[in-house]
């Protein structure tokens, strides 16, 4: 959930990816056996073991490295090679071209497109230069041609649809994340709004309703002291002048309800913006007693928001624990995924707002990048007053 160390960051893999790119591998060792056991290699049996195996240790290298840094880049580069040198010392052609295909597919997760590209060009010679060796007529000539532009067809198929694949998921993303962070200014503007709307209704009632009562008891209270007020009229005029002092108690105590901010519910806020990341699973816990003052609220909402944003960004995590609890006079969120945690983290333009603004309000952020990137945030929380009638469950 960590931020990326650069913009060049790319998706962690999901699952799915991971199951199938496991399978691949299997299938390229599976393949390299079989052409052990029926194919004589130029250079020794174990040799060519042992180039096979270190093929699989790059690629596996290149594709899992959570960071696109120089590590699998070179691993991409070094599986490049190996896969032609696999492909050269082996008299024949077969199947084991495959491994070029992958290689190329492996390609596009960690260099740039064009030169994927290029590889693909190396890989089509390498395969023309492998079939060419055994050719001696016209008719194998057609042959190496055909098993030539064969390969180099499911090889362009390959790089097209890998890339399509990473565009669609990180548009998938990108989507998940700006659903995340609209839902989440959804939710403050809402509150925001609540709140001006009670202000605006508490002035109008105060500075018109209010101001006529008072000038109605007054003129009330100066009619029962008239020396010319007859005993059947002076009854009339006390409970009418009692009615108008009621009224005005009333009016009073509604525009005090209303000016007194009502503690937004942490609980359904959090929980809007769970609901909006269909592709990752939110265990929410709030402690019912997390009352808490409108910018602490805020607060609290937006590092919420910052660490789903994060858990899609940067984490293979599918189930991301947050949990708001009090403690004396601050609520603690506390977030933790279920994936592995990188080793390393770079603090990011998000992140980093984060700690600032709840360090404005005299709080702090900590960060456990093992165990699977544990965030805690303390936001000091100085308890709204509740509107009247309304009270915090224990």
């Known amino acids: 959930m960590a931020s990326a160390p650069s913009h060049t960051a ?72 190996a896969s ?27 260099a740039p497109l064009i030169a994927t590209a290029a590889v693909v060009a190396l890989n089509t010679g390498v395969i023309a230069l492998g079939a060419l060796r055994g050719s001696t007529g016209e008719g194998e000539l057609q042959e190496v041609l055909f098993f030539t532009g064969f390969y180099l067809v499911i090889q362009v198929s390959a790089m097209l649809s890998t890339s399509a694949l990473l565009r669609e998921g990180q548009m998938r993303r990108r989507l998940e994340e700006q659903n995340v962070e609209l839902t989440a200014t959804s939710v403050l503007l809402e509150e925001t709004t609540r709140t001006a709307e009670r202000l605006r209704i508490s002035r ?49 105590s509604t525009v005090g309800s209303l000016r007194a901010h009502e503690a937004p519910d942490l609980h359904a806020s959090l929980s809007r913006i769970a609901d909006a990341v269909p592709g ?39 189930v991301l624990s947050i949990t708001v609890e009090r403690a004396e006079d601050s609520l603690v969120l506390t977030a933790h995924g279920d994936d592995s945690g990188p ?11 984060i700690r600032e603004r709840i360090e404005l309000l005299g709080g702090g952020v900590t960060v456990a990048p093992a165990q699977g990137f544990r965030l805690t945030a303390h936001v000091p929380s100085h308890e709204a007053p509740l509107r009247s009638g309304r009270t915090v469950p224990s």
Request: glycine share 8%; hydrophobic share 50%; net charge negative.
């Open 204 to 252: 109008d009632l105060h500075d018109l309703i209010g101001h006529q009562l008072t000038v109605l008891s007054l003129e009330l209270e100066a009619a029962k002291h008239r020396s010319d007020a007859t005993a059947a009229v002076r009854p009339h005029v006390d409970r009418a002048a009692a009615v108008a002092k009621d009224l005005l108690r009333d009016v009073r």
């Open 343 to 353: 080793a390393r983290y770079t603090e990011g333009n998000g992140l980093r707002g």
């Open 280 to 318: 990752l699973s939110v265990r929410l816990s709030v402690d019912p007693r997390t009352a808490a003052d409108e910018d602490t609220a805020a607060a609290v909402v937006r590092t919420a928001q910052e660490v789903i944003t994060n858990a899609l960004r940067h984490s293979d995590a599918r």
């Open 84 to 110: 032609w040198a696999l492909v050269l010392t082996l008299p024949t052609g077969g199947m084991v071209e495959i491994i070029l295909v992958v290689t190329v597919a492996m390609g596009v997760h960690v």
């Open 10 to 81: 790319r998706l962690a893999p999901s699952r799915a990816e991971i199951l199938s790119g496991g399978l691949i591998i299997a299938l390229c060792a599976a393949i390299g056996t079989f052409t052990l056991i029926v194919g004589e290699p130029i250079i020794s049996t174990g040799a060519w073991a042992g180039l096979l195996g270190l093929w699989l240790l790059l690629v596996l290298t290149a594709g899992y490295e959570e960071q696109r840094t120089w590590l699998p880049r070179t691993a991409f580069a070094l599986s490049v090679l």
